[in-house]
T-cell receptor
Framework: SQKIEQNSEALNIQEGKTATLTCNYT??????LQWYRQDPGRGPVFLLL?????KEKRKERLKVTFDTTLKQSLFHITASQPADSATYLC???????????FGQGTTLQVKP | GAVVSQHPSWVICKSGTSVKIECRSL??????MFWYRQFPKQSLMLMAT?????????EQGVEKDKFLINHASLTLSTLTVTSAHPEDSSFYIC????????????FGPGTRLLVL
């Protein structure tokens, strides 16, 4: 069956450390994968998109990797700050139609 | 950047009434909009795809007669929850893609619906 999975357990880290979140998928061959941030009671905010032919993409303190062999994407936040505390969602478009399938999200808590 | 708004941000209604939610792309034209639903502590689930000037396409298990979608212009899509019941209480979120058909989607802030 098709699945997209993120670590459902909350990730607690100390300010200044690097947070690493994982997104694994099964029985999909996405052309690209996206990461979003969602704060409580708010809609998702787009962070990064990585295509299947890209190994890594960076934006400021954010870095995303995409391994199509492992069927995995890793999302890193370096020099984390309490303001980075939120739920992070990965999403893929299985049919290249814009219909996104979301993982269940990982909640990150950065402690000062 | 691209901004998507939703109105209202929250609504409380009695069982059996209909509720309309608007989704607008403020600074770009959106040929395609998507409607998602999110239950507490769950992820977003796609309900339907709204294409300007044509009928919406619904995901499996979503009742098209209950969730009416209209995409009358390139900047506005509406979702009407007809004869709402308590089980329809949820967080409804829309997203929009630009005319260029780029992969990035921009999400609205969401509408929280509570049906009593």
């Amino acid at each position: 069956s098709q699945k997209i999975e993120q670590n459902s357990e909350a990730l607690n880290i100390q300010e200044g450390k690097t947070a690493t979140l994982t997104c694994n998928y099964t029985n999909y061959s996405p052309a690209y994968l996206q990461w979003y941030r969602q704060d409580p009671g708010r809609g998702p905010v787009f962070l990064l998109l990585i295509r299947e032919n890209e190994k890594e993409k960076r934006k400021e303190r954010l870095k995303v990797t995409f391994d199509t062999t492992l069927k995995q994407s890793l999302f890193h936040i370096t020099a984390s700050q309490p303001a980075d505390s939120a739920t992070y969602l990965c999403a893929l478009d299985s049919s290249n139609t814009g219909k996104l399938i979301f993982g269940q999200g990982t909640t990150l808590q950065v402690k000062p | 950047g691209a901004v998507v708004s939703q109105h209202p941000s929250w609504v409380i209604c009695k069982s059996g009434t209909s509720v309309k939610i608007e989704c607008r792309s403020l600074d770009f034209q959106a040929t395609t909009m998507f409607w998602y639903r999110q239950f507490p502590k769950q992820s977003l689930m796609l309900m339907a795809t709204s294409n300007e000037g044509s009928k919406a396409t619904y995901e499996q298990g979503v009742e098209k007669d209950k969730f009416l979608i209209n995409h009358a212009s390139l900047t506005l899509s509406t979702l009407t929850v007809t004869s709402a019941h308590p089980e329809d209480s949820s967080f409804y979120i829309c997203s929009a893609r630009g005319q260029g058909g780029g992969e990035t989607q921009y999400f609205g802030p969401g509408t929280r619906l509570l049906v009593l």
